[in-house]
């Protein structure tokens, strides 16, 4: 936070990677993809309006697109029912191979898993 009870740039950015790191294990818990290799590829952040410090937060988590190796994943941050921030974030699948390995086309069961929380019209 700041001098004026702010959430400041870097505390959104954890609150992002927070509710990014949550969303990917529950893909793991409960689609049982086993243990894919992704990374983070990309992220950028709009500031909305000022988050306030010690103020209740939400998070709303969708995927927007999905291509052969990579996907994108949208969040929305709130508070008192309105959009303060939009986080826009590439995850590259990496596949179960060692360090060092490039792109891997992503496995249907983490397709599917990820067809599940597809933002919708």
Same mark, same amino acid.
């Given at each position: 936070?700041?001098?004026?009870?702010?959430?400041?740039?870097?505390?959104?950015?954890?609150?992002?990677?927070?509710?990014?790191?949550?969303?990917?294990?529950?893909?793991?818990?409960?689609?049982?993809?086993?243990?894919?290799?992704?990374?983070?590829?990309?992220?950028?952040?709009?500031?909305?309006?000022?988050?306030?410090?010690?103020?209740?937060?939400?998070?709303?988590? @969708?995927?927007? $697109?999905?291509?052969?190796?990579?996907? !994108?994943? *949208?969040? +929305?941050? =709130?508070?008192?029912?309105?959009?303060?921030?939009?986080?826009?974030?590439?995850?590259?699948?990496?596949?179960?191979?060692?360090?060092? @390995?490039?792109? $891997?086309?992503?496995?249907?069961?983490? !397709?599917? *898993?990820? +067809?599940? =929380?597809?933002?919708?019209?």
């Amino acid at each position: 936070m700041d001098v004026n009870f702010h959430l400041n740039n870097v505390a959104v950015a954890g609150l992002y990677e927070e509710a990014r790191v949550r969303f990917n294990w529950h893909l793991r818990d409960t689609f049982a993809i086993g243990r894919p290799r992704f990374l983070v590829a990309r992220v950028e952040i709009d500031y909305l309006g000022e988050g306030k410090y010690r103020v209740p937060t939400a998070m709303g988590v @969708a995927v927007t $697109a999905t291509g052969t190796s990579s996907w !994108r994943v *949208a969040m +929305g941050l =709130f508070q008192a029912g309105a959009c303060i921030g939009l986080c826009d974030t590439v995850m590259v699948h990496r596949g179960d191979s060692e360090v060092g @390995a490039g792109p $891997a086309p992503i496995p249907d069961v983490l !397709r599917a *898993a990820l +067809g599940d =929380f597809a933002l919708r019209p």
